[in-house]
């Protein structure tokens, strides 16, 4: 929560800063030629259903290839069909030489049947060709395809499920599916699981979405193995990046008139400007990029080769000429192409001076590599999660001397005067959310267990070791875990509620992050709000509707596992925050890591300590240096204008939350107690008494009658 040292802003409050251990393990290869996350992979390649959570640069794209050549020699798969999301993304699946660093057999795939290349797009005037090209490839014996999403989804319309029985199907970018039922990729997968013919490979750096649905059902997704590689483990194990910075800049007025407070022309940037539909948006996006390069100095020309805009810096900033890549001008589709080949273009790809900055709009995101990005700059909000990490994802990509990343959202400070506040309001939330969620991103796991439970094995409990009665909290580095004892901690039961504690309490958060009436409250509205409100109604709410097959007691476990990772994280982050500049210079470790120890170690840990704790408050705290005093105390007004009488589904959970209580205090909580959530709680079953007394009023023989 300390400031940033770019000289360009000093105003920039980044909501997490991180510092890498660098000790070079994810760049390592082994015998097979094989990376860290490649060989966790391999390991569970005889699985028929696998899912690979693992962030942008880790080596999605090769570990698939290892997986499928192995399915297609040694498990009997006929074929291989490679589902990308768009037709740039194919390219991470051209041919490799995978013998040359000793694994078994190579990647090629004949260019009549990388359909990422073919002409046409993937409207349905190109569909028909590409669709009769995937049953001609299910007719031949060639071994490998490579398609996008949507031709997938024509040709599987077309062809029926049953047409790929035997051969594998891996789903790149798999945060596209959804289990919405007018998500049609969605849909067909759940036939292929159903049928059980085909195996199915699913990747992907972000397995949530934006808008906050599941991208499977609960009984689908139990069938998946799944392989997790950790952003955490990723990071620590580069060679050369030291740190990343994460925040949000507000502006008022025009964005162009504030963007070189936070574009800094000394780095590689890649600029993403909003939406010609957003409120940040001039209506002109080809003027805003003119602008952004007259910002930026005088233009030279336009490199003959590359497209590219050579442009010089004022003589009191160097006076050197800067290549900026504009993926903007749609204009022309020839010019466009020119310089997409040109960022793409092989030979450049260790030449950190073959461009500078790229303004992009809509391009330039998932699946973009460029190692050499510094900085990524996005201007307007982003309702969408899964973007913005991909989004940081261009930026986190290691490369010779580059020993810093930032991601930065330039965003419209709400103006509460405007009769747009409360759209204004609602996008500030989602800034704020895309931070929180990053934080839990970037955060190492976290192995929960109650009181005394014992030491785990491989976990570093300090000079002293473990302790037994003491408060403990044990860290493996190499898997990027965290061992902490919680009292009163309940444990999960079932294997599935074992699985969801150990591998989506992420997207467990995400929902809880994504949710606006937990946001309002909690960021704006505090006075009013108690935490338990948020900790145990909210969350108690998310998670069963999320997980509606387990039991009370796993429903509770998967909550409170929840609650614990995203406060002891923020509470981790005020520690931080509190141990001022040199706390982020200790050494081993995140800094943000550093902050569970000490937060752990100041308190005696228990379950009931951690759902009193506000998961919003250090965000709150960096919103309250970021935002002018005068708006902000503006916004809380308006939220806690919006306060409503306790709802029907509110009341009833808080007359659960009631029932335990009674059970263990042996009495129920009293309407005038000093506690302020015994109070709530008492509140909460009277307006449920008020409900049930309407209910049955409006049942009785003329009870629906005005008198």
């Not at 500030?428 to 009181?451: G, H, Y």
């Not at 309940?490 to 946001?519: G, H, Y």
Request: with cysteine; net charge negative.
């Amino acid at each position: 929560m300390t400031a940033t040292d770019n000289p360009t802003n000093q105003y920039t409050v980044p909501s997490v800063s991180i510092a890498t251990h660098r000790s070079g393990a994810s760049s390592k290869t082994n015998g097979l030629g094989m990376r860290p996350m490649q060989e966790r992979a391999y390991a569970k390649r005889g699985e028929q259903y696998l899912l690979i959570k693992s962030p942008p640069a880790s080596g999605k794209s090769r570990a698939l290839m290892f997986i499928a050549l192995d399915k297609l020699h040694n498990q009997g798969l006929k074929q291989a069909i490679i589902v990308v999301p768009e037709r740039a993304i194919g390219g991470s699946f051209s041919d490799e030489p995978l013998s040359q660093s000793g694994f078994f057999w190579d990647w090629v795939v004949k260019p009549q049947w990388n359909l990422c290349n073919a002409p046409g797009a993937d409207e349905i005037r190109f569909a028909r060709s590409k669709v009769r090209a995937v049953g001609d490839f299910l007719a031949s014996d060639d071994p490998l395809l490579i398609c996008t999403h949507a031709t997938f989804r024509f040709a599987v319309d077309d062809l029926g499920v049953e047409a790929f029985d035997g051969r594998l199907i891996a789903v790149d970018e798999f945060h596209h599916i959804s289990s919405h039922p007018d998500n049609r990729l969605g849909s067909q997968l759940g036939q292929f699981m159903a049928r059980d013919q085909a195996h199915i490979v699913a990747m992907t750096g972000s397995y949530f979405r934006g808008d906050a649905a599941a991208v499977l059902a609960p009984p689908d997704e139990a069938r998946f193995e799944t392989v997790t590689y950790t952003y955490y483990e990723q990071l620590n194990g580069y060679q050369y990046l030291k740190s990343l910075d994460i925040g949000y800049f507000f502006y008022t007025g025009r964005y162009l008139d504030a963007i070189m407070k936070v574009l800094d022309p000394s780095l590689k940037t890649i600029v993403h400007i909003p939406n010609v539909n957003s409120r940040e948006s001039l209506k002109d996006k080809h003027k805003e990029v003119e602008e952004i390069m007259d910002a930026l100095g005088t233009w030279k020309g336009v490199d003959p080769v590359t497209g590219f805009h050579h442009i010089e810096r004022p003589a009191d900033q160097g006076g050197d000429i800067i290549k900026v890549a504009d993926l903007v001008d749609d204009g022309d589709p020839a010019k466009r192409s020119q310089v997409l080949a040109a960022l793409k273009d092989p030979r450049q790809r260790g030449n950190r001076d073959h461009v500078n900055v790229i303004i992009a709009l809509g391009m330039a995101k998932e699946g973009f590599d460029w190692i050499w990005c510094e900085h990524a700059l996005t201007i307007g909000y982003r309702s969408s999660l899964t973007e913005i990490v991909q989004i940081i994802g261009r930026a986190t990509r290691d490369a010779p001397g580059k020993e810093r990343a930032r991601f930065t959202n330039l965003i419209a400070e709400p103006d509460a005067a405007e009769a747009t506040v409360v759209e204004a309001i609602n996008d500030t939330l989602k800034a704020i959310a895309a931070s929180l969620l990053m934080e839990q991103v970037l955060a190492p796991r976290f192995e929960f267990t109650p009181k005394n439970a014992g030491p785990q094995a491989d976990f570093d409990y300090g000079p002293d070791g473990y302790v037994a009665g003491g408060t403990n909290v044990g860290v493996n580095e190499s898997t990027g875990q965290y061992h902490v004892e919680i009292g009163g901690l309940t444990m999960p039961k079932s294997p599935e509620a074992t699985r969801i504690c150990r591998e989506d309490l992420n997207e467990v958060i995400t929902a809880f992050v994504q949710d606006k009436s937990a946001l309002e409250r909690g960021l704006f509205d505090q006075e009013n709000t108690l935490p338990e409100e948020l900790t145990q109604l909210r969350m108690g709410k998310i998670v069963r509707e999320r997980y509606p097959e387990l039991s009370e007691t796993d429903q509770e476990a998967v909550r409170q596992h929840a609650v614990a990772t995203l406060n002891i994280t923020q509470q981790a982050k005020q520690q931080m925050a509190l141990a001022g500049p040199a706390g982020s210079e200790d050494k081993g470790g995140m800094a943000l890591i550093q902050g569970v120890r000490r937060f752990v170690n100041v308190r005696d840990l228990d379950i009931d300590l951690i759902d009193r704790i506000n998961p919003f408050e250090a965000a709150y705290a960096v919103l309250a240096k970021a935002m002018d005093e005068k708006t902000l105390r503006q916004v809380q007004t308006t939220i806690a204008a919006k306060r409503v009488a306790i709802p029907y589904d509110e009341a009833r959970e808080l007359a659960q939350r009631a029932l335990q209580f009674k059970q263990e205090r042996g009495r129920p909580p009293h309407i005038q107690a000093q506690d302020a959530w015994e109070r709530r709680m008492a509140e909460g079953v009277a307006a449920l008494a008020r409900f049930r007394a309407q209910q049955k009023a409006a049942a009785e023989p003329g009870g629906g009658n005005d008198a």
